[in-house]
Each structure stands twice: as C-alpha cells, then as structure tokens.
C-alpha cells in the first residue's frame, strides 16, 4: 500500500464574495461547472494539491434518484461528481472521496436524502460504489465528523475497513481515514483526518499557533504512528493562519493541513 497523502488542501473558500467550502462541490444541490471551475482556479492560486469531495450529505447531496440504496442511480449527479472528479485530476491534484457526513438529521427536521437510517445497506454501497471511484481517486475518508454520530467507534472500523476491502487500483490499495473532531483514533484506518478543537470560522483567528500546535500534538500523540492530516481548523486566508498552518506542517507525525502557507 502507498499512502499519497503528503497533501495540502483548502477546505474552506471564497466565492462570490462569501465563504463556502468543497465537501459538497461534486454533486451537492448547488454546484455548477462554474463554481466547479472556480475552486480549481482557488487551489491554484493557494498552492493547494488535494480536494475532498463528500458524496452523500442527509441535506444536500446524493447520487440516487430517491431512497438510499432502494433507487436508481441519478446520472446527472454522479457523472458531476466523477466530472469534477477527473477536472481535478487533469489539473494534477490529488482526490479524497468522502462518503458520508454527520452527524444524523433528525427524522423530525425532513432530511432531504436521508441515509442514516439504513445503516444496514451500507456495506451493499460501499461494494457497488468503491471499485468504480477506485479508479479516479486518490484516498478515501468513510465519514465527516465521524465523533458526533450516529456510529460509534467499532462500527467506524467496520465502515474503513469494508473500504479498504474494495479500495484498490492496480493492485495497490488506496489509503482510507478517518475525519473527527476528536482525539479517538480508528484502530484500522490508515490516516486520521482531524479538525480541531477550535470552531474553524468564528475561532480559527482568535486560536493562537501554540494552542493550535497542542492540540493536534494531543492526537500525534495518540495515534501510534498513524499519520494525521489537518483536514479543518481556520477558515480564513490571512496571516494567523497561514502561521498556524506553517507550524502544524512541521509537527512530526502531520503529512497534510488545509488552508494557505
């Protein structure tokens, strides 16, 4: 196994004059070409090398045409995600698949594309779905946020290693992480993606580099020898984080942090 993950990527983004963010780029309800484009443009202009793309999201994204799993595919929503999926790879950058996000929409808040509830018919997607995106990526993550639910921390290992089971190229298995706000290391997972403790938006400058260095040292520190790649911990694109990002790129045991150096 190669594990291609000495990444820099750029989580959060400014466009058209507002902050977003590129989990939901691929085929999320709003996402165009255009902006598609414009995020391409943004990682060239930071020197980002590494995009995460989420697939299913209960309230904006998913690639079936009604029920989870129970429904046709929605070509229109897969072909814009594997489309952008191989933009990006002409442009030479890397690709991270991420499958689902969290935590849980409640039943009582009308999730648009609810998934959660048919946990049982996740190891029938990940097998339909992995060898196909296998072959366009470069990594998979099994889910955002993955600490706050619904699955605990078995079922996490569960999940990365039915991904690992499928997720290989040329006889060479792909790296499969983690995305937790939180210091639990996955036993099986190849790579922890972290965001930090911090909330990335409203305290991503109020953070200071030695607050922001001990705490992702909390999780190198546990990790045992798992890499940590630094998916989300400051929005902004100015001089704090760009010093906060510096520093946790020198961090032993780090291979990747998102945002500008």
């Not at 049982?120 to 060898?131: Q, V």
């Not at 605990?152 to 499928?166: F, T």
């Not at 006889?171 to 210091?183: A, I, W």
């Not at 520190?221 to 906060?244: H, I, L, P, T, Y």
Request: hydrophobic share 40%; charged share 20%.
């Amino acid at each position: 196994m190669t594990l291609p993950l000495i990444v820099k990527s750029k989580l959060f983004w400014q466009y058209q004059g507002q902050l977003d963010c590129c989990w939901y780029l691929g085929n999320g309800d709003n996402t165009s070409i255009a902006k598609q484009d414009a995020y391409i443009r943004d990682m060239d202009r930071f020197g980002a090398n590494t995009a995460t793309l989420n697939i299913l999201n209960e309230g904006q994204s998913t690639i079936f045409s009604g029920e989870f799993m129970a429904s046709s595919l929605h070509e229109g929503k897969v072909n814009s995600w594997l489309n952008f999926a191989a933009r990006l790879k002409n442009a030479g950058k890397l690709v991270v698949a991420v499958y689902f996000d969290g935590p849980q929409i409640p039943d009582s808040e009308n999730p648009a594309y609810p998934y959660w509830k048919f946990k049982e018919r996740i190891p029938a997607f990940l097998e339909m779905a992995t060898p196909p995106i296998a072959t366009v990526v470069d990594g998979f993550v099994f889910q955002i946020e993955s600490n706050r639910g619904p699955l605990n921390a078995s079922e996490i290992n569960w999940g990365v290693g039915l991904i690992q089971k499928y997720a290989v190229r040329g006889g060479v298995r792909l790296p499969v992480g983690t995305h937790e706000q939180s210091y639990r290391v996955a036993s099986n997972a190849d790579f922890l993606g972290f965001e930090t403790r911090n909330h990335p938006v409203t305290q991503g400058d109020s953070t200071s580099v030695a607050d922001m260095v001990s705490d992702v040292r909390g999780l190198t520190d546990r990790a045992g020898g798992k890499c940590v790649w630094v998916m989300e911990s400051n929005s902004s694109e100015g001089d704090q984080a760009k010093k906060q990002n510096r520093a946790l790129a020198a961090l032993s045991g780090v291979v990747g942090v998102s945002g500008p150096m």
